[in-house]
């Protein structure tokens, strides 16, 4: 026989119960205004890395350490610049992974005697009681977080440490292209980088609206610009493309389901999916790029959106590895010099 469905007072009942539970947690995970959309916390720690003779952070290979987790894509802009940059052997990284009851990270071996980020960050700062958030840029030799935003961290990576690098010269923000750069950053942050969070994280019907009708606008222009450009500033690879990559590179894989951002997904747009194709090929990007633990941290982590933890497999991402024919639009390095 069949099971009835439950009785309506049971469904009444736990439909008020779990929709009060639910926003109590989304607003601790996400927290929002007053229409319900995502507000994102600003970072706290904002020094620099450069060999102005009155800064105590001077440029040194083995100094510093990139605090990362894999699936994070604000930590993965970070590892993106450093392999460009070829920073490998200056800068270590060390990896934290989300602890689902804590509900923040944890290292995966104890580093410098702390188990989890936030203990971390209060030996950094004591009575810090912020998010603690990758990606962290850490000195090892004063204790202390440098800087824990990434916007700014990789800025530095491609300025401070060019006598470390690997692979100098690259450079991926050149004085005579800042503006450039400067303008699509605030378009991609506010409308994609963000705006797939915000689409994710609103808590009302109509800041979801709102958030997702901005995300496929701007992705719809940035297909249409990318028609006769190979990268965002033109030929030659920017900061501006780093930022957009580490968000299109999750938005099949997570965004498109888990953030209901389902509109279209990335490879179904005539530019952008070469685009993306171009950038995970180029010279040590695949490595960066950890599909399982994006997978399993954002479908097994972010329980308010996915209560019942169930991890999708899909989508099959072999096709991210097959010729994108962009080389037609310029050539694939960032620029030299200058
Ligand atoms: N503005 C920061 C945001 C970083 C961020 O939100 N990281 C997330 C992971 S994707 C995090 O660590 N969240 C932990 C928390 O909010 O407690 C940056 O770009 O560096």
Known sequence: MPKALPSKFLIAAVRFTWTALWHTMMA???????AGAYV???????????DAPDNPYQPQAGRYRLIVGMGCPWAHRTLVVRAIKGLE?????VVVVPDP???????????????????????????YTGRSTVPVLWDSQTRTIVNNESAEIIVLLDAAFERFAARPGQNLYPEGLKAQI???????????????Y?????????????AVNRLFAALDDIDAALETRRYLCGEKLSLADVRLFTTLIRFDLVYH??????????????????????????????????????????????????????????????????????????????????
């Open 101 to 127: 009851l804590e509900g923040g990270w944890v290292f995966e071996r104890a580093h410098e005697g702390c188990r989890s980020l936030a203990e971390f960050y209060r030996l950094s700062q004591a009575g």
């Open 28 to 34: 601790r995970l996400a927290p929002r205004d007053r």
């Open 198 to 210: 915000r689409t994710g994280f609103a808590q009302s019907q109509s800041a979801y609206e709102q």
């Open 182 to 196: 400067d303008e699509w950053n605030s378009r991609i942050y506010a409308a994609i980088n963000d705006g797939v």
């Open 89 to 93: 052997a200056a800068i270590p990284v």
């Open 257 to 338: 389901g888990l953030f209901k951002c389902n509109r279209r997904r990335v490879r179904d747009y005539a530019h952008l999916w070469g685009y993306l194709r171009d950038l995970y090929q180029l010279p040590g990007i695949a490595d960066t790029c950890d599909f399982d633990t994006i997978r399993c941290d954002y479908y097994g982590n972010l329980f308010p959106l996915n209560p019942g933890g169930i991890i999708p497999p899909g989508p099959d991402l072999q096709e991210l590895s097959t010729p994108h024919d962009r080389e037609r639009l310029g050539s694939a390095e960032a620029h030299t010099g200058g």
């Open 40 to 50: 994102r916390p600003e970072s706290q720690f904002r020094h620099q890395i450069s």
